[in-house]
């Protein structure tokens, strides 16, 4: 008698239970690894450990609060940390949510992730994703083993992030850390800080605070449905590659980089997006083998503006406020439209 009283308790319950993720709005989960689903061998280790090792379902039944905020549903796209990210995981992650957020009964997409190249994704998804609706892209500093571990956090505030009509059409957002930030501006600013990711001078979006979410501003530059890049059919990207400037530098890098097939080389450049002199001769003659050259700064802020004229005559593109490694996304994604230097500078001042 008891047993089937037991039963059908259960029933009522797993019936009410469904009933209430029926009626809550649905957030997909996509894992891509890091130290989010990070393991070490104590609490205490917060350096050393092994990320990407938990599955999704794990870091979601962690958290059992998410459950009362949205019916949330867990894909592992893969398990890697994020050191180890590809252009294919970046394309499967842009397709994923474009087929995910065209399905009415989606409200939004969580990207767990790892933090080393999270701005990249953020950047990507921002220039790829044909939609309004919000993709909040996470991670965390601590492994999922750890003593305040901060993956569970910001876990709980992505996914509210996801459901809220307030965090639509204001881009890719990045949360960690109880602070919103915009995915084409934020950048990892500390090696093991939790506080690692901040925007420089444009400053944050909002704040998470007594489990509200507070937008103050919204990022100005074209971003997902308003932007022109569609990568729904392309299975690959042009090569571009980074050159990091320094004191005695030269031209075997850009030689390298040209010899290897680079479409586009962005060159991280000193300042104002200044060129060595014996590394400018190089990159000249890139350009005049049909390499597009896009002058970034390893300042880590500002805008890379006209600086020598004869930049300008040698071909070079301003890369304007995107630090190098965003830079060389978008100029990857214009590389798939166009190789005219007009069109493509456009674009750096549009995106
Ligand atoms: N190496 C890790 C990764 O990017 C670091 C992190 O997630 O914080 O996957």
Known sequence: MNFKKTIIAGMISLAAGLAMAADLPQVAILATGGTIAGT????TQMTGYKAGELAIQTLIDAVPAVKEFADVKGEQIVKISSNNLTDEVLLKLAKRCNELLADPKVSGVVITHGT????????????????????????????????????????????KLAVDPKAQNRGVLVALNDQISAGRDVTKTNTTNVATFNSHDLGFLGYIAGGKNYFL?????????????????????????IL??????????????????????????????SVHQATEAGLADAVKKGVTVVLSSRTGSGIVCPNFGRYFQEGFIE????????????????LTKTNDPKEIARMFEEY
Not at 217 to 241: C, G, Y
């Open 40 to 43: 070490a061998s104590s609490n």
């Open 116 to 159: 080393d190249t999270l701005e990249e994704t953020a950047f990507f998804l921002n220039l790829t994703v044909k939609s309004k609706k919000p993709v909040v892209v996470i991670g965390a500093m601590r492994p999922a083993t750890a003593i305040s571990a901060d993956g569970p956090v910001n876990l709980l505030n992505a996914v």
């Open 217 to 241: 501003r919204n990022p100005a530059m074209r971003h997902t449905w308003q932007s022109e890049f569609d990568v729904s059919k392309i299975e690959s990207l042009p090569r571009v590659d």
């Open 244 to 273: 990091y400037s320094h004191a005695n530098d030269d031209r075997v890098l850009a030689d390298a980089s040209v010899a290897a097939g680079a479409k586009g080389i962005v060159h991280a450049g000193s300042g104002n997006g």
């Open 319 to 334: 890369g304007r406020s995107l630090n190098p490694q965003k830079a060389r996304l978008l100029l990857q994604l214009a």
